[in-house]
């Protein structure tokens, strides 16, 4: 996937679907300035329901945590749950979605600036 707004590009590539891994990468004036890499895996046979609510979860990120979704976010039986070290120039976190009380996804992440 890729977004383009400007002097700005961000490009997303993954592979695999329930286990997955990806990067994300910002350029600014064709340079790379800023990357994440993750590597995830679902608990659950079918994942739509659970991708549907982590497509939500992840149109909630602010600006003071732009890395994945919020801290914390609840819909209904879904509880998404992000923790992260560090800073946006050189970050590591995990996250999780648990459906009631069971863990159906995690996510780890790390990234930072490229100079």
């Known amino acids: 996937m890729t977004y383009e707004s400007g ?3 961000y490009w997303d590539t993954f592979v695999g679907s329930a286990n997955f891994s990806g990067s994300e990468v910002v350029y600014y004036e064709d340079a790379p300035i800023w990357s994440m890499n993750y590597v995830g895996c679902s608990f659950l046979e ?3 329901a659970m991708f549907s609510f982590l497509t939500e979860v ?4 602010t600006v003071e945590m732009p890395y994945r979704g919020p801290a914390f976010y609840r819909d209904g039986k ?3 749950v992000n923790e992260v070290a560090g800073d ?5 976190g995990d996250e999780k979605i648990y459906y009631q009380e069971e863990l159906i996804y ?4 790390h990234g930072g600036k490229i100079k």
């Open 7 to 9: 002097v700005f590009k």
């Open 46 to 48: 079918d994942t739509s």
């Open 58 to 61: 992840l149109g909630h990120v």
């Open 78 to 80: 879904y509880t998404y």
């Open 88 to 92: 946006f120039d050189w970050f590591e």
């Open 106 to 109: 995690e996510l780890r992440y």
